[in-house]
C-alpha cells in the first residue's frame, strides 16, 4: 500500500510560486497605495489571515468533533486533516503579529475603539470599554491563539505516537480514552472562542457601534464549511496521486453531505441575522446594513448568497456529484472561495468602506493559499496516511454512507 507520502516537484514549485505573489502584492500594496490607503492594507492583511487561521482550525475541530463522536468513517483519511491542523501554528504566529501591529500601533483606522479620545465622548464605546482595549485583546489573543497551538500540536503528536504501539485490547482502550479526553478539552476551547468571543473581538468590533449574537455562529459555520471543503479538496488530490487506497466514494460522499448540510445553516443564520434587523429597523442596528444592503457593497452582499448557497444547494442535491471526484472539487472550490469573499465584505465596508476591485486583497489570498500548500503538503511525508493502530479503521475501510 502506498503510505508515505512524498512531495511532488510540482506541487512543491506551485506552492513557492503562489507564496512569492502573495509577497510581491505584500510590496506592491505597502509602497503603491500610500498613507492614505495603508488602512486597506491592514485590512487586507487582517481579512486574509484571520479566515485562513480559522478554516485550517476547523480540521482540529473536525477530528475533535468526530472523535467525541464515536465516528469510525473518518479514520482512513484522519491523517489529512491532521496534516492541516499543523498550519495553525503557523498562520496563527502571523495573524497574532498582524493584529499586534494593529494594536500597538494604534490602528484607529481599523479599530475605532483604539481611539482613546473618540471612546471619551461616545457612550456606546465607553461601555465597552472593559473588553474594548488594548490589554484585553492582546491577553485574550495569547491565550486563545495559544490554546488552539497547544491543543492541535498535542493531538497530532498523539496520533503519531500511537502508530508504534501494539493492537492489544488495552491499548486500544487507551488510544480511545486519551483522545477522547483531548478532543472534549479541545472543543470547549473552540466552543468558547471560535463560537462565541473570538469573532467578536476581532472582526465584529471592527464596526464597534454594531453587535449581533449570530455574529460568532455565522463566523464559525463560514469558516467550518470552509475547512470542511479544504479536507475534500486534499483527499481528492492524494487520491488522483495513489495515496489513500481504503478511501472511496463513501468517504467523499459523507464529505460532501456535510458540506452541503452546513451550506444551508450558513444561509439560515445569514438569512435569520439580516431578517430580524431589517424587520425591527433600529438605528442602532441597521448601520452595519447600510453600506453592505443598500450601499456600495449591494452586488457583493447578494453575490455572497448566490455562492455560497444557491451553488453548493444545487449542486450537492445530487447523490452523484457528492460522489464524483471532478464535481466535488470544483464546488469546494468555489466554496472556499465564496466564504472568503464573505469575510472580505465583513472587513472592507468597515475600514476602508468604498467598493474597489480586490486586486490586494486576492494577491495576499493566493500567497496564503500557497503557504497552506507548502505546510500541508511538507506534513503529510512526516507519518504514514493511514493511523493503522486505530481501534475504528476497521469500521472506516468498511464505512457506507
Known amino acids: 500500500m502506498k503510505d508515505q507520502f512524498v512531495v511532488p516537484a510540482r506541487l512543491k514549485t506551485t506552492s513557492f510560486v503562489l507564496i512569492g505573489i502573495g509577497l510581491l502584492t505584500l510590496l506592491i500594496g505597502y509602497f503603491a497605495m500610500g498613507d492614505e490607503h495603508h488602512t486597506r492594507f491592514w485590512a487586507g492583511l487582517l481579512q486574509n489571515s484571520s479566515f485562513f487561521l480559522l478554516v485550517v482550525l476547523a480540521s482540529t475541530f473536525f477530528i475533535g468533533a468526530t472523535t467525541l463522536a464515536h465516528g469510525g468513517w473518518q479514520v482512513a483519511f484522519r491523517r489529512v ?25 494604534k490602528a484607529g483606522n481599523i479599530y475605532h ?67 477522547t ?23 465584529m468590533s471592527i464596526d464597534a457601534h454594531w453587535y449581533s449574537t449570530m455574529y460568532s455562529w455565522y463566523t464559525f459555520v463560514s469558516s467550518w464549511v470552509s475547512g470542511i471543503s479544504l479536507i475534500a479538496l486534499w483527499l481528492i488530490y492524494l487520491k488522483r496521486q495513489g495515496y489513500l487506497p481504503l478511501v472511496n466514494q463513501e468517504h467523499l460522499h459523507d464529505l460532501g453531505k456535510l458540506a452541503f448540510g452546513f451550506s444551508v445553516f450558513w444561509t439560515y443564520l445569514w438569512f435569520s441575522q439580516y431578517m430580524l434587523i431589517w424587520y425591527a429597523n433600529m438605528p442602532e442596528e441597521i448601520i452595519y446594513f447600510k453600506p453592505r444592503v443598500w450601499g456600495e457593497w449591494r452586488p457583493i452582499f447578494f453575490l455572497n448568497l448566490l455562492i455560497n448557497f444557491i451553488t453548493p444547494l444545487l449542486f450537492l442535491m445530487s447523490k452523484d456529484n457528492k460522489r464524483n471526484w471532478s464535481s466535488m472539487t470544483f464546488i469546494t472550490v468555489l466554496i472556499i472561495a465564496g466564504h472568503w469573499m464573505d469575510f472580505w465584505q465583513m472587513v472592507g465596508p468597515g475600514t476602508y468602506q468604498h467598493l474597489v476591485f480586490p486586486w490586494f486583497e486576492l494577491g495576499v489570498g493566493v500567497g496564503f493559499v500557497g503557504l497552506i500548500i507548502f505546510l500541508v503538503s511538507r506534513e503529510l511525508t512526516k507519518a504514514p496516511l493511514v493511523p493503522k493502530n486505530h481501534p475504528y479503521l476497521k469500521e472506516s475501510i468498511i464505512h457506507q454512507s
Open 81 to 105: 486533516p491532521e496534516a492541516i491542523s499543523m498550519a495553525v501554528p503557523w498562520l496563527g504566529g502571523i495573524f497574532f503579529v498582524v493584529l499586534l501591529v494593529l494594536i500597538l500601533g
Open 181 to 203: 479526553v483531548m478532543c472534549g478539552g479541545f472543543v470547549v476551547i473552540y466552543a468558547l472562542s471560535v463560537g462565541s468571543t473570538t469573532p467578536w473581538l476581532w472582526l
Open 113 to 179: 475603539w483604539l481611539d482613546k479620545e473618540h471612546v471619551a465622548h461616545d457612550p456606546i464605546l465607553s461601555w465597552k470599554a472593559a473588553f474594548l482595549n488594548p490589554t484585553f485583546f492582546i491577553v485574550a489573543a495569547v491565550i486563545t491563539i495559544g490554546l488552539w497551538i497547544l491543543f492541535t500540536i498535542k493531538l497530532r503528536n498523539m496520533s503519531i505516537e500511537e502508530d508504534g504501539w501494539d493492537l492489544s485490547k488495552e491499548n486500544g482502550k487507551r488510544i480511545l480514552w486519551r483522545n
